[in-house]
């Protein structure tokens, strides 16, 4: 799957500055292989990129649903999430990635920074 999913990116990394290109690229790579996970990170990269956040994190929610033990998914997943206010939503996707890989090395600062958001947020309340 890293191989594959290296070699799609090399073919992407063209499409950098065409979203709709690369997306169209990587409609026919998960018809092909509809398994790999980096099709979906990559698919849900370019859609921030596109400025479509919300269909981005909709391709995460398919992703872990698909593949529930890829950090990565969960990790993308809770930093779309972080961007747009969800700080319940960030927070259990980082504790997901967390319970998976207790080491991953971007998700300590972020969860700590999601569970201190979430804690401001319940004082107000």
Known sequence: EIIGARLLAGLLFDYDDSPDKALELLDHAQKIA?????????????????????????????????????????????????????????EKAYSKALELDPQPPQARP??????????KVQQIR
Request: no cysteine; glycine share 8%; aromatic share 6%.
């Open 110 to 119: 972020a969860i700590d920074k999601a569970r201190k958001l979430l804690q």
């Open 34 to 90: 509809p398994e790999n996970p980096y099709v979906y990170t990559m698919r849900a990269d370019f859609l921030v990129r596109k400025g479509d956040i919300e269909q981005a994190i909709e391709t995460n929610k398919i992703l872990t649903q698909k593949k529930p033990d890829f950090v990565e998914g969960h990790m993308a997943l809770g930093t779309l999430l972080d961007q747009t206010g969800d700080l319940i939503g960030a």
